[in-house]
């Protein structure tokens, strides 16, 4: 069965860093991007970085470029989101997510978020000032 692990979250001040990591297991690895995806209190659920992890073919969302850093380890199934410069609006619980990629060339996105397939568990991201 498909099981995505995401850990790494915690609390940093604004400025600072964080690294998350997704351990991703139960599915064929090649087929499948990876997106992290952000929900904060009262908010609706926000695409943030993926990965087609047939290419490395990666994608950001507006609010993160230059900042956010996404990457895969095929061999190890382990997919990490590097966080610089973090601010108090990147507070949110972080998900790492499964989507399906259908077709050949198909690459990850980020604009329908509730379409991943697989989800993980969560990771809290807390920014202060």
């Known amino acids: 069965d498909v099981q995505l692990q995401a850990s790494g979250g915690g609390l940093v001040q604004a400025g600072g860093s964080l690294r998350l990591s997704c351990a991703a297991s139960g599915f064929p690895y090649d087929d499948y991007a990876i997106g992290w995806i952000r929900q904060a209190p009262g908010k609706e659920r926000e695409g943030v970085s993926c990965i087609t992890l047939s290419d490395g073919t990666t994608d950001y969302a507006d609010p993160v470029k230059g900042r956010f850093t996404i990457s895969s380890d095929n061999a190890k199934k382990m997919v990490y989101l590097e966080m610089n410069n973090l601010k108090r609006e990147d507070t949110a619980v972080y998900y790492c997510?499964?989507?399906?990629?259908?077709?050949?060339?198909?690459?990850?996105?980020?604009?329908?978020?509730?379409?991943?397939?697989?989800w993980g568990q969560g990771t809290l991201v807390t920014v202060s000032s």
């Open positions: 997510a499964a989507d399906v990629m259908l077709f050949r060339g198909s690459t990850c996105q980020l604009k329908y978020p509730n379409a991943y397939e697989y």
